[in-house]
């Protein structure tokens, strides 16, 4: 083992110029290098990469990296070929002459990362190269998404099992920052792991403090804890709409802020991410489109304006604050009665089955796909115009889908890159005069001829990029020159695109014919009510400490108080838990009294000053106090 020891050191030091590794990373990639499947459960920035990149730079062979989302999958192959090491992705917006290439590369070339969505594995040209590779390891991030129980379960995940029969003697490394004990399980169950194992990292983070605000404006409530905690922050809210008006009312406060939500142009939300990373935005007020894959080390404030339907996903999105080890917040507002709103979430999350089947019904015939027929069929489709159009909501929308495609019906892809299309709308005599009367930019149209077929009969996908190659131009200007033709009715063409794609995963079947399975229905809304009820708890937990109840949360057995929790700092400070400011003990301290101004009656408590207030004005619509002449509160006889 020391011998092995030595050498992922080295390539650690060789390739990323680290001289050690952090804390739990070693053991994993020990274990990798054994050659046994493993899950590991690590932190939100703990290094989840390192674990899997490593141990393929120490041997022979490829690594198959399945992953959700292509930003992500660009930013670790654009982060690996800045230090030299050669990979690809195979991703949406990429051409079937693009792919076959990528795929050569990978079988006969020097490629040591494959990043891939899960949506890829089925197609037969992926699975027909696959058996030739040398492939050492699959890596699967984000592996709670394989879990029926997971609070992010993507069926799309489920295809991985595809490709662990395909290559049933290279192990797998399943990665994740979020995992109940049953979560854990069930992936392991489904990924068929032979010698499953479990290796943890502690959920601790001893630089994050853990607070809950409760409060009667969370406006501001956000602005003070803006105004006391310095540096770069995010701000989660649950709707596109609250993250433009958070941002608004932010910017009015003197606060330099921007917002970002999946319906903005992805043009648009690459520009304001930059634009947050460099510094020149301070707070970034989001929906949880924003953060994956962000590495902003220095984010010193996480606040959610916006419960979390799980703890999962707080803990994730909260533990992208101080990553550089400086101290940093975690923050939760809570307002009014926030456990009904928690419950509509729920329910919203399942919709009625009826709805459920209405749904599939209207997208079936809005694609006049007809009854027994469809299969295999993919369309772009934008969720928010079809509820719009349909008077429902955008998470009934894709909340029916994802329970259709765990049943086998249809499937919603995560918005990719759709390439550019182009056709012809002239015939080659009418093109050949076309060229000689304007030859300056002729490379460009011989290089679309010589490289796609059909071109004159339909529409083709063309890849700009290979385009440029042929053609010696650069990519912009093949761009431009694609749109001058267009604008000559030269060619027709359609500009690649970021949006989901819609696929029918069977030949359509009547409505009354759909059939919910209970697991996917039933059994899923009582597991994400259990998650819900633990993401409550924390939010109201009075005593104890908030790290220990998310590391016991996550089934670490040796959790210990952080000392650095709201909770803790109030215990340590001798503060009362609001629970012990209930209408009684506040009428007994006004009868003592006779006379109390409320900011004594605040001291008299010392605890946070918003359970006080809410209590002296339920008592004050009940006519059991008064407020005098003086501004003091008595009894009221």
């Known amino acids: 083992m020391a011998e092995v020891e030595q050498n992922i050191l080295e390539v650690l030091k060789r390739w990323w110029g680290y001289d050690s590794f952090r804390p739990g990373q070693r053991e994993v990639i020990e274990r990798v290098m054994e050659g046994k499947d493993t899950l590991a459960l690590m932190p939100t920035g703990a290094g989840k990469s ?139 169950r489904v990924l068929e792991f032979k010698q499953g194992r479990v290796m943890r990292s502690s959920y601790a983070r001893p630089n994050v403090s853990f607070v809950v605000r409760r409060c009667d404006d969370k406006n501001e409530q956000l602005s003070r804890v803006l105004s006391n905690v310095d540096g770069p922050s995010i701000v989660y809210v649950r709707s596109r709409e609250r993250s433009a008006k958070v941002c608004e009312w932010l910017t009015e406060q003197g606060f330099s802020a921007q917002f970002y939500h999946a319906g903005l142009p992805h043009e648009e939300r690459t520009l304001r991410q930059d634009e947050w990373q460099r510094g020149e935005k301070r707070v970034m007020v989001a929906t949880n489109a924003f953060g994956m894959g962000i590495d902003k080390r220095d984010v010193r404030a996480v606040i959610h304006y916006d419960m979390c339907t799980s703890l999962e996903a707080y803990y994730q999105e909260a533990g992208r604050a101080g990553r550089d080890g400086l101290r940093s917040f975690a923050v939760l507002l809570i307002e009014g009665d926030e456990e009904s709103y928690a419950t509509r979430r729920v329910e919203g999350d399942f919709p009625p089955l009826e709805l459920i089947k209405r749904v599939y019904d209207t997208i079936c015939a809005r694609m006049m796909i007809a009854y027994g027929e469809g299969g295999g069929i993919g369309r772009e489709f934008n969720v928010y115009e079809f509820a719009n159009a349909e008077h429902i909501t955008v998470e009934q929308v894709k909340n029916s889908i994802k329970i259709l495609a765990q049943n086998g019906y249809m499937t919603l892809s995560e918005e990719r890159e759709n390439s550019a299309r182009l056709m012809f709308c002239v015939s080659r005599e009418e093109l050949y005069d076309y060229r000689i009367r304007r030859g300056e930019m002729e490379g460009v149209l011989l290089a679309v001829m010589r490289l796609y077929e059909g071109v004159f009969t339909e529409f083709r996908p063309i890849d700009v990029q290979e385009i440029a190659l042929h053609s010696g131009y650069t990519v912009e200007s093949v761009r431009e020159e694609l749109k001058h033709l267009w604008r000559q009715h030269i060619i027709r063409y359609v500009p690649s695109s970021y949006s989901p794609i819609l696929t029918l995963l069977c030949d359509r079947v009547p409505k009354q014919d759909l059939y919910i399975a209970p697991d996917s229905y039933i059994h899923r809304r009582a597991s994400a009510e259990e998650r819900m009820e633990a993401m409550m708890n924390y939010a109201l937990l009075e005593e104890g400490c908030r790290s220990r109840y998310i590391q016991e949360y996550f089934g670490e057995q040796e959790a210990e108080d952080c000392g650095s929790c709201d909770l803790c700092i109030a215990r340590r400070k001798g503060v009362r838990t609001t629970s012990e400011v209930t209408p009684e003990r506040v009428l007994e301290i006004v009868r003592t009294k006779g006379a109390i101004s409320p900011r004594d009656l605040v001291r008299e408590f010392r605890c946070d000053s918003s359970a006080v207030v809410r209590v002296v004005e339920q008592l004050l619509e009940e006519e059991k106090i008064y407020t005098d002449k003086g501004g003091n509160l008595k009894i009221k006889r």
């Open 50 to 188: 390192l674990i899997y990149q490593v141990p393929t730079m120490a041997r022979l062979g490829i690594c198959i990296v399945v992953t959700p989302l292509v930003a992500l999958m660009k930013d670790q192959v654009d982060n690996l070929h800045r230090r030299g090491i050669s990979a690809v992705a195979l991703h949406g917006g990429m051409t079937y002459r693009s792919i076959d290439i990528a795929l050569d590369n990978c079988v006969y070339g020097d490629v040591k990362f494959l990043y891939i969505a899960p949506e890829r594995i089925g197609s037969e040209i992926f699975q027909a190269r696959v058996r030739k590779m040398n492939v050492s390891l699959i890596a699967v991030d984000e592996a709670h998404c394989i879990s029926q129980w997971g609070y992010d379960f993507r069926p799309s995940y489920l295809e991985i099992n595809r490709l662990r029969r395909l290559l049933p003697e290279v192990p797998v490394l399943a990665l994740t920052a979020s995992a109940t004990d049953r979560v854990a399980k069930d992936v392991m």
